[in-house]
């Protein structure tokens, strides 16, 4: 029954009036998002570039200045090195990783659209390694959407899902949206067309 309310919320979000999805992203600047050290931050042509060298040790992340609780959330990302994440609901924190909370995982590897907890269970969903080999274009454009309502969680990858957890009374509520350069590694991703739909 809460695979089926998960999926109307995501076909409703299909029809929403574009007025109801919110821009996170003005396409020129990083108005609206402050840097946590480590790596570097940029707009390049009209898209979020995150890059950092495998001498730098620290997450460098780039985090919304607002906070969310229940919501449809996507965006457009391409990784051209290195393992990277989309943060929701994270909670920003004064230690080595700097956050702690859900990342929807944004690589190039059969793990993409995983969840993983940082500062808490670490791998806690990990998608089919074949669905992932059909629907994504590693080094391409690919399209993410995170849906989180209460409990339940489900990442999609190009209109597809591949990751649900339902009924996860451990999961955070509300917090911030962020994007990973994870530390100790060469890093280039890129992200574009970030928009987020309010759920009651």
């Given at each position: 029954m809460r695979t089926l309310f998960?999926?109307?919320i995501f076909a409703s979000s299909l029809i929403a009036e574009p007025s109801q999805w919110v821009p996170l992203f003005n396409g020129k600047d990083l108005t609206g998002w402050h840097t946590?050290?480590?790596g570097k931050w940029e707009v390049v042509?009209?898209?979020?570039t995150g890059t950092s060298?495998?001498?730098?040790?620290?997450?460098?992340?780039l985090v919304s200045d607002k906070t969310y609780k229940n919501f449809i959330l996507r965006a457009k990302f391409k990784v051209t090195k290195g393992d990277s994440g989309l943060y929701f609901r994270a909670l920003e924190?004064?230690?080595?990783?700097?956050?702690?909370?859900?990342?929807a995982e944004v690589d190039k590897s059969p793990q993409v659209g995983g969840l993983y907890e940082t500062a808490g269970r670490a791998w806690v969903k990990s998608p089919d390694p074949k669905l992932i080999a059909k629907i994504v274009k590693h080094g391409d454009w690919n399209q993410i959407t995170v849906t989180a309502n209460g409990d339940d969680i489900t990442v999609s990858l190009n209109g597809v899902t591949v990751t649900e957890l339902l009924g996860d009374t451990k999961c955070q509520k509300k917090g911030h949206i962020a994007l990973q350069l994870h530390g100790g590694q060469d890093m280039h991703v890129q992200f574009k067309d970030i928009a987020i739909l309010a759920l009651k």
């Open positions: 998960i999926y109307l946590l050290p480590g042509d009209g898209v979020i060298e495998k001498k730098e040790k620290r997450h460098g992340l924190t004064k230690t080595k990783v700097a956050i702690r909370g859900f990342q």
